[in-house]
């Protein structure tokens, strides 16, 4: 019976019994602290079980997609560990209670009609003090008194949420899986025969944030059934990875590697673990989170860099994840479309990761290996903590991945001093952000000040008002004098403390004796509006009546905060609903919006947001500007800003019919005012964060004439129009391709003769014929053909050819068959001429190379070469 079979009957069986079919909900959990990932079907369900939400019906049945990463290092070691997993679930609120739920999972079980296993094979455990569950499984199932087992174990609790004892059902897998005479041989013990198909919590109090447990206002039933399991005892395979459910990945990966499966336990282990998290990654992608370094993003980055390490065990060193996507997606595409719907994006994020892991995965493993090798000289049964984070904060080894090694290796890793250093690590990034970040002002005297401010900032542009406060060196002042920097409240304010991406604003504040510039304003402790201010002329003092007034700049600013909303929402148009705000920017003389997406944007992609934006903006669209109760606000469908802290009364702007979003910053009336809309630049700043530039109105029009003002010039440089600059470069680019043609060839014939004299001083070292000389070349593709060359003529033997282009040594090494046979290694050998010129690399056995930092060692190195073959020949 295929796993999706058994998934459709599940959920055909208890819709007849009145259940609800629930859809599975998204891995990232919503509206829930206590989890970082869905890891359960009831997880998605609290809101009914503690009485938050009344259902529309009380029976519930759902098959959810679930990850948990509390054992990821078990997964491939095991038959049944998995990261990402699906749980069948059938759930009363309120309605049904043990009897029914027992006796329904006896049919489903053992129905011929629904699943049909022999009723001999079963077993149950039960909690001690369970009675009404014992009674059950006695007198209304039948099942014998040696076949219930009772566990203290047998109560169900994920943390927050429901809990209450629990059921679970075992299936007997025969004596071939266990030894009858070990002690671990029964339902719930450690051993292989009695395998856990269906756990059974009957759910009757809830576990509260501080420990407590409270009865739930009713009793409700929720159940768990691992389809992978489930389906291993249907398909009748000793795991879970032998199901249809996996070995479609599996044989993929396979004819990636050109391996066989079940053939090599260490091969075996590596195809699990990527055909395990391949499959989160796919589903993770798909529900919008990204490879990145803190969070879910991290655990996904982790899983990725471990099945790629794996991938290297099986000797894949090239992207290739990416491309089980569409093995992941077939698979599951009866009951969950979004993977093929997202495929395209998922393969380039995953791939993107890939490429970007790679690049330092060689240079790590290497240093790994020699970490390894020090630590076993040394007689450390151990790599220190130190090392181990070294390697995660060099090159991006997650912890577990060097585990994965060490254990290859023999050895273990010191955990506990790698977080150690990891702790050392975030108090020195919490000193810094405190340092950069923190306002001196807010300390002290705020926290003791308690005065009325305003923000009248929406409407006024200048108003007349009175001084509240004059903070000087965190105390409060009666006056600040000419000269002096000083921070005002004022009863009322149009000046905008920075927040939401948009800067503050600047301006003037004046009073019949003094004359002040506001340089910066903030948000207090309590909402209050702090003026950074420079007296220019007179002094100031508390009480005084000013008038308060905005510079010009707020107009640009409203611009570039409204274009800002219709980029977010061009951007999901043309890119994807998984664009997300990641930060922002709103200046008077720019913006610049950080999102979410991998990969750069292509040029046709760029011109499309801008014309989706600046259509808008000819479109002379109204701005409205909405107060509503944020739940209200939410279910209209606005977006919100990131990092923005809200009410329960928002602001909600409304663009016309093309955006929704709540924010508190300050825009244009109609978006004909922005005038003219143009994407600056467009880049990464992160693993799965890009970042755009744009200016708008005058900004835009002077960005405009620059670049106009440069094509001119251009084009008299060229002695062309500027119509025709394009095809003026062209024809350049054409002549000098032809004459860098030329040169090449050329330098390739100089090198085919200097290759050929080099044939000419072969010297035998230990039988072994060497040829070690530091020659001309341009760069490692030259050095390469040299070598080539010289093969054509030496067909026995070692070569090592080293030049410094760009200040830089470039090495190559060849080790013809023969000598790799008698123990020559071309990449061991490359490295240690590479180690002596300051740098590292290594290859292949026959063909490798490396490079160094210190040209002026190269000839010493290459003098090296024979004493190396000396103590390494056979």
């Known amino acids: 019976m295929k796993a999706s079979e058994i998934r459709r009957k599940f959920l055909d069986f208890f819709a007849e019994k009145g259940h609800r079919i629930e859809p599975s909900a998204s891995l990232v959990p919503v509206d829930d602290p206590s989890l970082l990932w869905i890891n359960s079907g009831v997880a998605t369900l609290k809101k009914y079980f503690d009485g938050r939400l009344k259902p529309e019906n009380p029976r519930i049945v759902n098959a959810q997609k679930s990850i948990r990463t509390n054992d990821i290092e078990n997964v491939g070691y095991t038959a049944r560990h998995h990261t990402f997993f699906e749980m069948l679930g059938n759930f009363s609120i309120g309605d049904y209670f043990k009897e029914e739920a027992i006796l329904w999972a006896w049919e489903f079980l053992t129905d011929p009609k629904w699943m049909g296993l022999d009723p001999d094979r079963l077993s149950v455990t039960i909690h001690p003090e369970d009675d009404e569950a014992h009674r059950i499984w006695r007198e209304k199932v039948g099942i014998p008194e040696e076949r219930i087992v009772k566990l203290e174990d047998n109560f169900w609790d994920i943390g927050e949420g429901p809990s209450g004892p629990n059921t679970e059902i075992f299936y007997d897998r025969g004596e071939e899986f266990g030894d009858p005479n070990d002690p671990e041989c029964y339902p719930g013990g450690e051993n292989e025969r009695y395998l856990e198909i269906w756990n059974l919590v009957f759910s009757q109090y809830n576990h509260n944030p501080d420990g407590t447990y409270t009865p739930l206002p009713k009793k409700n039933i929720d159940t768990g059934m691992g389809l992978e399991r489930m389906a291993s005892v249907m398909q009748n395979v000793p795991t879970n990875f032998d199901t249809d459910l996996f070995q479609p990945i599996i044989q993929a990966t396979c004819r990636e590697a050109g391996v066989t499966y079940g053939e090599n336990r260490e091969t075996d282990i590596a195809l699990k673990v990527i055909a395990d998290h391949i499959r989160t990654l796919v589903f993770a992608v798909g529900d919008g989170v990204l490879p990145s370094n803190e969070g879910r993003g991290y655990v996904l980055r982790r899983l990725l860099r471990r099945a790629v390490r794996y991938g290297r065990v099986l000797g894949i060193q090239r992207p290739f994840l990416y491309r089980l996507t569409g093995v992941v997606a077939e698979i599951m595409r009866d009951y969950y479309p979004e993977p093929e719907e997202k495929k395209e994006f998922i393969e380039r994020v995953i791939r993107g990761e890939e490429e970007r892991f790679l690049e330092t995965l060689s240079e790590g493993l290497n240093i790994l290996e020699e970490v390894a090798e020090r630590a076993r000289k040394e007689g450390r049964s151990a790599i220190t903590g130190e090392e181990a984070f070294r390697l995660y904060d060099t090159y991006g080894f997650p912890i577990d991945l060097t585990e994965d090694f060490a254990r290859e290796k023999g050895l273990t890793v010191d955990r506990e001093g790698f977080e150690r250093a990891m702790e050392d690590q975030r108090e020195r990034a919490r000193a810094a952000r405190k340092d950069v970040d923190s306002m001196q002002v807010q300390g002290g005297v705020l926290s003791d000040l308690n005065v009325e401010s305003r923000f009248v900032g929406y409407t006024e542009r200048t108003v007349s008002t009175r001084v509240a406060a004059i903070i000087r060196d965190d105390r409060l002042s009666e006056e600040a004098g000419e000269g ?291 020659v001309e070349a341009s760069g490692m593709d030259d050095l390469r053909r040299m070598v080539d060359d010289v093969k054509s003529r030496v067909k026995e033997g070692v070569i090592v050819l080293g030049a410094v282009a760009g200040g830089k040594v470039q090495l190559v090494a060849s080790v013809s068959p023969r000598f790799v046979e008698a123990g020559l290694h071309a990449g061991r050998l490359v490295k240690e001429v590479a180690t002596r010129c300051g740098g590292g690399g290594g290859g292949r056995p026959d063909l490798a190379q490396a490079g160094g930092k210190q040209p002026e060692k190269l000839d010493e190195a290459l003098r090296a070469v024979p004493d190396w073959i000396r103590q390494h020949v056979k």
């Open 484 to 774: 002096q920097t000083c921070t005002l409240i004022l009863e009322e304010t149009p000046f905008y403390a920075e927040s939401g991406g948009q800067v503050a604003d600047k301006g003037w504040i004046v009073s019949p004796q003094a004359r002040l510039r506001v340089e910066d304003v903030q948000k207090g402790p309590r909402g209050e509006h702090l003026h950074t201010v420079r007296v220019e002329e007179g002094t100031l003092r508390r009480g005084e009546r000013v008038e308060a007034t905005i510079d010009a700049d707020r107009d640009d600013i409203r611009k570039n905060h409204t274009a800002t909303h219709l980029l977010h929402k061009a951007l999901k148009e043309v890119l994807g609903d998984h664009v997300n705000q990641a930060g922002s920017l709103v200046a008077p003389d720019r913006l610049r919006f950080d999102f979410t997406h991998i990969g750069p944007m292509s040029e046709e992609e760029i011109r499309e947001v801008e014309d989706r934006v600046n259509r808008q903006v000819w479109a002379d669209t109204d701005v409205e500007v909405l107060i509503k109760p944020l739940e209200e606000a939410k279910r209209m469908g606005a977006m919100a800003l990131f990092g923005e802290k809200y009410g329960d009364i928002v602001r909600v702007i409304r663009i016309g019919d093309y955006s929704l979003e709540l924010c508190g910053g300050t825009h244009v009336n109609r978006t004909s005012e922005i005038g003219m809309f143009k994407i600056v630049s467009e880049g990464g700043i992160g693993s799965g964060i890009r970042r755009i530039e744009a200016v708008t109105g005058r900004y835009a029009f002077r960005y405009l004439d620059h670049h106009l003002g440069l094509l001119k010039k251009a084009a008299s440089l060229l002695k062309a129009s500027p119509a025709d600059v394009t095809d003026r470069v062209e024809t350049l680019q054409a002549r000098i391709k032809e004459l860098t043609r030329e040169n090449e060839s050329l330098r390739d014939k100089l090198n085919h003769l200097e290759a050929l004299q080099l044939a000419e001083r072969v010297e035998e070292t230990a039988g072994v014929p060497v040829l070690t000389a530091k």
